[in-house]
T-cell receptor, first 115, second 111 residues
C-alpha cells in the first residue's frame, strides 16, 4: 500500500459527460501528480500541483482541469468526454516539489471507460 | 529531444530463469534513473533509484546497473517468480522539469 488513495476505482460513462477523479496523497506529501495511461501506452504526465499551486502542465487537454485543495487532496475533472479518453488515470505524490528527485508514490488508479 | 527506449517490448520466460531488461536514454543533463514495477491494472511501484555516481543497485532479486557514459541501464531479475509478471518501466530525470518515461517492458513468467 503506497498510502495514496484514488477514487473511484472504476467509472463507466458516456461520451459528452463529465467526471471527477479524486486523489488523497500520502500523509505529509505536498505534491500531487496526475498521469494518464491508455491501453498499451506509457504513462503520460498531465499536471503537477504543489501545496495548492499548479507547478507544471504536461499534455493535458483543455477539456481536463485539476485542482489541489487546502487539505492537499486533488481532483482531476474530465469534461466533454470522448471515446479516446478511456484510460487508467493515476495519481502520485511526493514530499518534494519536483518529480526529478526522490520517490514518487502512485495510487492504484481510476479506470475510466467512455462508451 | 529527451527519450527513453526500453527493450524488449515484451518477454516470456520460465519460472526460475533469469532475465535482463534494457533501457537506453538520451536525457541530458542526467539526474537520476528509476525502475518501476507495474502489475496489471495497478499503480507503479519503485524498485530502484540510481544517480550518476551509482553503477549498481540491488533490491532483493532485482539488480539495476547504470552506465552514464553510454546512457544505458539494465534491470536484471534473478530466479524469476510468477509474481514477477508485470510491466517494468524505466524513468529518467534531468533533462527537463518533467521526467521522461519509457513505455515499459512486459514480462510474463510461466510456470
Amino acid at each position: 500500500d503506497s498510502g495514496v488513495t484514488q477514487t473511484p476505482k472504476h467509472l463507466i460513462t458516456a461520451t459528452g459527460q463529465r467526471v471527477t477523479l479524486r486523489c488523497s496523497p500520502r500523509s505529509g506529501d505536498l505534491s500531487v501528480y496526475w498521469y494518464q495511461q491508455s491501453l498499451d501506452q506509457g504513462l503520460q504526465f498531465l499536471i503537477h500541483y504543489y501545496n495548492g499551486e499548479e507547478r507544471a502542465k504536461g499534455n493535458i487537454l483543455e477539456r481536463f482541469s485539476a485542482q489541489q485543495f487546502p487539505d492537499l487532496h486533488s481532483e482531476l475533472n474530465l469534461s466533454s468526454l470522448e471515446l479516446g479518453d478511456s484510460a487508467l488515470y493515476f495519481c502520485a505524490s511526493s514530499v518534494l516539489g519536483t518529480m526529478n528527485t526522490g520517490e514518487l508514490f502512485f495510487g492504484e488508479g481510476s479506470r475510466l471507460t467512455v462508451l | 529531444k529527451n527519450q527513453v527506449e526500453q527493450s524488449p517490448q515484451s518477454l516470456i520466460i520460465l519460472e526460475g530463469k533469469n532475465c535482463t531488461l534494457q533501457c537506453n536514454y538520451t536525457v541530458s543533463p542526467f539526474s537520476n534513473l528509476r525502475w518501476y514495477k507495474q502489475d496489471t491494472g495497478r499503480g507503479p511501484v519503485s524498485l530502484t533509484i540510481m544517480t550518476f555516481s551509482e553503477n549498481t543497485k540491488s533490491n532483493g532479486r532485482y539488480t539495476a546497473t547504470l552506465d552514464a557514459d553510454t546512457k544505458q541501464s539494465s534491470l536484471h531479475i534473478t530466479a524469476s517468480q510468477l509474481s514477477d509478471s508485470a510491466s517494468y518501466i524505466c524513468v529518467v530525470s534531468g533533462g527537463s522539469y518533467i521526467p521522461t518515461f519509457g513505455r515499459g517492458t512486459s514480462l510474463i513468467v510461466h510456470p
